[in-house]
């Protein structure tokens, strides 16, 4: 079993910057891919960014150009640098770990973040 923890998230006005932190509890492969998803209440849980296996990344369309994901693969944690925040980036920001071609999942408890215009 892993463990994520979130961190960095909260309240940010439109172009404002933020960065999100997960760390793992333990040792993540680099095999493994290490993301970041959001969720805004009554819609479902969407990708935002991620690395994969081949550290190859996956941003979204609707936050191309203003977030930037990285991973520390010492650390085993994964980061999410958000710039120019938009109203609509408000959501609760989970932390995913996905074995290779999905073996497992491991998902952390959310943190919130708010964009006021």
């Known amino acids: 079993q892993v463990h994520l923890t979130e961190s960095g998230g909260g309240s940010v006005q439109a172009g404002g910057s933020l960065r999100l932190t997960c760390t793992a509890s333990r040792k993540i492969s680099s095999r493994n891919t290490m993301a970041w998803h959001r969720q805004v209440p009554g819609n479902q849980r969407e990708l935002v960014a991620s690395?994969?296996?081949?550290?190859?990344?996956t941003v979204a369309t609707s936050v191309k150009g203003r977030f930037t994901v990285s991973r520390d693969y010492a650390q085993s944690t994964v980061s999410l640098d958000m710039h120019n925040l938009r109203s609509e980036d408000t959501g609760v920001y989970y932390c995913h770990v996905a074995g290779p071609q999905g073996s497992f999942h491991y998902w952390g408890q959310g943190t919130q973040v708010t964009v006021s215009s």
């Open positions: 690395i994969d296996g081949d550290g190859i990344m």
